[in-house]
């Protein structure tokens, strides 16, 4: 069946710039996880969806970051006024069930502030 | 809280074995490891869950040591496709999921013919 997907894979935003970056997990997939990862870093942890509920938002790096899986599928991330140091690439991870179980993740969105 | 993996990188020819570590300084529920080819996602390997088990599928396998906070990733008999870097995945608590990961420094891994 099909993958996590992201889209846009690329994005590149003038600093300033509003961006919304999409990710379609896999269906019927419960759990959805948001990471950001530096070049030749780890993916650090941004927030967790169980359905279409926000259960842990501790990582978002400040009120800029704006999650948000209205119908418990789709999930968009929403970066206001964007800076330099938000360039990253942005993974998406669905897991079938909440609980502890293997994350699949989808390709990324890179996105370049300039 | 960062986990700290050991070593940073290793060179192999193919058909030699390999053990990454990660270690953490505070209390595990469970290790999940993850490999990630450059420009490429991560894939997931395996999950360990604290009681100090063992788990393993064709030549990779991996042990979590709960006291000690620690959890090895051995790497039989190294494929060419074995090559990418390697992150242990912690989820830190005492009492049951979390659901939130913290990863390790990341083990460069390439395997030469």
């Known amino acids: 069946g099909a993958g996590v997907s992201q889209s846009p894979r690329y994005k590149v935003a003038k600093r300033g710039q509003d961006v919304a970056l999409r990710c379609d997990p896999i269906s019927g997939h419960v759990s959805l996880f948001w990471y950001q990862q530096a070049l030749g870093q780890g993916p650090e942890f941004l927030t967790y969806?169980?359905?279409?509920?926000?259960?842990?938002k501790s990582g978002l790096p400040s009120d800029r970051f704006f999650a948000e899986r209205p119908e418990g599928s789709v999930s968009t991330l929403k970066i206001q006024r964007t800076q330099q140091e938000d360039s990253a690439v942005y993974l998406c991870?669905?897991?079938?069930?909440?609980?502890?179980?293997?994350?699949?993740f989808g390709p990324g969105t890179r996105l370049t502030v300039t | 809280q960062q986990p700290v993996q050991s070593p940073q990188a290793v060179i192999l020819r193919e058909g030699e074995d390999a053990v990454i570590n990660c270690s953490s300084s505070?209390?595990?529920?469970?290790v999940h490891w993850y490999r990630q080819k450059h420009g490429e996602a991560p894939i997931f390997l395996m999950i360990?869950?604290?009681?100090?088990e063992q788990k393993g599928h064709d030549k990779i396998s991996a042990s979590f040591n709960e006291k000690k906070q620690q959890s090895s990733l051995y790497l039989t008999a190294s494929q060419l496709s074995y090559s990418g870097t390697y992150f242990c995945g912690t989820e830190i608590g005492y009492g049951g999921a979390t659901n939130k990961l913290i990863f390790g420094t990341g083990t460069l891994l390439a395997v030469q013919p």
């Open positions: 991870a669905s897991s079938q069930r909440e609980g502890t179980y293997e994350q699949y």
């Open positions: 505070k209390a595990l529920y469970s």
């Open positions: 360990l869950l604290k009681g100090g």
């Open positions: 969806f169980q359905n279409e509920a926000q259960l842990d």
